[in-house]
């Protein structure tokens, strides 16, 4: 029904642009002081769909409480407020704020809104939580405007821009219960008391033989199981009713009793992987709730409410429901989506989000434990939040997702494998990987050797792991480059299919083990020139080369001790088994060699042009692959 890739690329085609085309766009958030963030932290809202992520107390939920404060008539002191135990401290002079971006069409740019926590006195009470929004601080980088004289901008309010104006939807899926989860697992017990109880059928005054009104029957409620029994009668009366109209000591059981949209259903049915024949949305005041949920859903297996149903299904319905009726340009909030919903139901939810934000120009901003919720976005759209040393937290503007993974604690999957000629070439990468400063990204990369060097790997590798899951990528000497770049198979017309196992030969300089039915009599022909294509295809997307004839070279340039006149690979592989010598003695091995080399680079790695070139291969690769 949808396809998350296919949605993203569709909101991509706004890029650099999402701040025009979405109504009150918050197209970035700062924070000078803020709870448990470090000072100066700045979130870029890039990518319309964004995804908070980082471990328990990270402050993905500040950053959420702030989002939800933003707009005009909003407050983040309704999620964040002082106590006795949890006190908020405020500096001298320094209140806690946040300043926020947002388009102005009269000034045709981005502006921003301050928004701090101040005094105010309501009456002759002190509402010590009161956000407003404020003038503009110099002292938090804030310029002030150069305005026309004499003309008016809308937004502007003498010495501040306004806030935005724009609905928020906040979803805390911890919290999205149905009424019967609410009530029977944490709801208390009930006293142990005498309930006048009425049957359905008897709730209307039944006359018996004697025309005499039979007296309700009693009822002893003294567990929850006798609560749930009993209210449900009043909630199988609901149902029955179709409406509204089921009245419970003069006050309406039900506030709202609807059979979900074609629309709705659909898409619960979408997320959730499962065929729903319908789903009736019950808002009562039932299970001792008062606004409480209940939904009773029907497949072609038989009919069942929430107190069978997973609580993923409330949860997904609910926020399915809410999110479809909210208005153009909305803001949504989500905290853990991810709650109680299998993998494919999280990827589909995601999917669902990013459409939502396309069709109705919603900007959803939600923070997750859950790889399955990053998997697929942009790496812009992926905040991750570490902690520095002083115990507060900051946000990475940019993550690949498999980066993120690890973040996550998911060290299984989401890995690339590096496979390079030599053992000497391996301490290379390893080197340049050291200067990536994410440790999350470092640990993508799996860096491997095996034996019998590039011919190995091109003739018998590469065959294999052209059908293997996952993302591998060569990482040859550059001596082994043949051509410029590897041929577009795609521009290689059927005529010259005769020509492919040449083509193979002249850009690797070796005859490929490539797998076709009919063994050494020539086999399949059809079948073998559609691998010999994508033996061409997968070398284009993932062989590169390092940029020097070999790992010796790229050591002895960062060192300043290659040789000019080295003209081969073996030039420099001797020059730099020349230096070993003079440390180590002429019995000096391989191994030692080597040694001697990695730590040259180690000791240079930082102003190495070389092993940077080396990093940008690698990062273009991992921007290159997503889940």
């Not at 040694?595 to 690769?621: N, P």
Request: charged share 25%; net charge positive; aromatic share 8%.
């Amino acid at each position: 029904m949808l396809k998350l890739n296919d949605e993203i690329l569709r909101v991509e085609e706004n890029r650099n642009k999402y701040e025009m085309v979405f109504p009150g766009y918050i197209s970035h958030i700062r924070f000078p002081r803020y709870k448990n963030i470090a000072d100066g932290t700045r979130i870029d809202f890039t990518f319309p769909v964004t995804a908070l992520v980082g471990s328990n107390g990270s402050g993905k939920t500040s950053v959420l409480n702030a989002l939800y404060g933003a707009p005009a008539r909003k407050s983040t002191g309704q999620y964040w407020f002082s106590t006795k135990v949890d006190p908020i401290e405020e500096g001298d002079g320094s209140p806690s704020r946040f300043i926020y971006g947002h388009y102005n069409s009269a000034l045709k740019g981005i502006v921003e809104t301050r928004k701090a926590r101040v005094r105010k006195v309501r009456g002759d009470k002190l509402d010590p939580n009161y956000w407003e929004p404020t003038k503009e601080s110099p002292g938090d980088d804030m310029a002030e405007p150069t305005l026309k004289p004499g003309k008016t901008y809308t937004g502007r309010s003498k010495d501040r821009w306004n806030p935005v104006t724009r609905d928020v939807l906040y979803i805390n899926f911890r919290k999205e219960l149905s009424a019967f989860d609410k009530y029977f697992y944490f709801g208390k017990d009930p006293a142990n008391r005498m309930s006048v109880a009425r049957r359905p059928a008897t709730l209307a005054a039944v006359k018996g033989a004697a025309g005499v009104a039979k007296k309700p029957f009693s009822r002893r409620i003294t567990s929850k199981m006798d609560q749930v029994r009993y209210d449900a009668e009043w909630l199988a009366r609901v149902i029955e009713a179709n409406d509204t109209s089921v009245e419970y000591r003069n006050r309406k059981v039900a506030t709202e009793n609807r059979l979900l949209a074609q629309a709705e259903l659909e898409m619960v049915s979408f997320v959730l992987g499962r065929e729903y024949e319908e789903a009736r949305w019950i808002r009562h005041r039932l299970f001792k709730g008062d606004g409480g949920l209940s939904i009773v859903f029907k497949t072609k297996h038989g009919r069942y409410s929430e107190a069978f149903a997973g609580s993923g299904e409330v949860a997904v319905t609910s926020c399915v429901v809410q999110i479809l009726k909210a208005a153009r340009g909305t803001l949504v909030l989500l905290d853990e989506p991810e709650v109680s919903l299998h993998p494919g139901a999280q990827e589909r939810l995601l999917a669902f989000l990013v459409k939502m934000a396309r069709v109705r120009q919603l900007q959803v901003v939600f923070s997750t434990h859950s790889p399955h919720m990053t998997a697929g976005l942009p790496d812009d759209a992926i905040k991750t939040f570490h902690q520095l040393e002083d115990g507060r937290f900051a946000a990475i503007a940019s993550t690949h997702p498999y980066a993120a993974f690890r973040r996550l604690g998911a060290m299984s999957g989401g890995r690339i494998r590096v496979l390079v000629e030599d053992r000497l070439a391996k301490m290379v990468v390893e080197q340049a990987l050291l200067t990536i400063a994410d440790a999350a990204t470092r640990e993508v990369f799996a860096v491997e050797f095996p034996s019998g060097g590039a011919d190995a790997i091109l003739k018998y590798h590469v065959p294999v792991l052209m059908a293997a899951p996952g993302h591998t990528l060569v990482l040859l000497d550059g001596d082994k480059r043949l051509v410029p770049e590897f041929v577009d198979p795609d521009t290689i017309g059927v005529a010259q299919n005769d020509t492919l196992a040449a083509k193979i030969k002249e850009q690797t300089g070796v005859d490929p083990e490539l797998t076709v039915d009919g063994g050494a009599g020539g086999g399949n022909l059809a079948q073998r020139v559609q691998i010999q294509r994508k033996y061409l295809a997968w070398l284009r997307r993932n062989v590169a080369f390092i940029p020097t004839l070999c790992p010796e070279e790229l050591i002895l340039r960062a060192v300043g001790q290659a040789d000019p006149a080295a003209q081969k690979s073996q030039d420099h592989k001797d020059r730099l088994r020349e230096l070993a010598v003079g440390l180590y003695g002429p019995n000096v091995s391989n191994e030692r060699t080597d040694s001697h080399g990695e730590t040259l680079i180690a000791g240079a790695r930082g102003g190495s042009a070389e092993l940077a070139q080396l990093v940008d291969q690698l990062t273009s690769y991992l921007a290159s692959v997503h889940p």
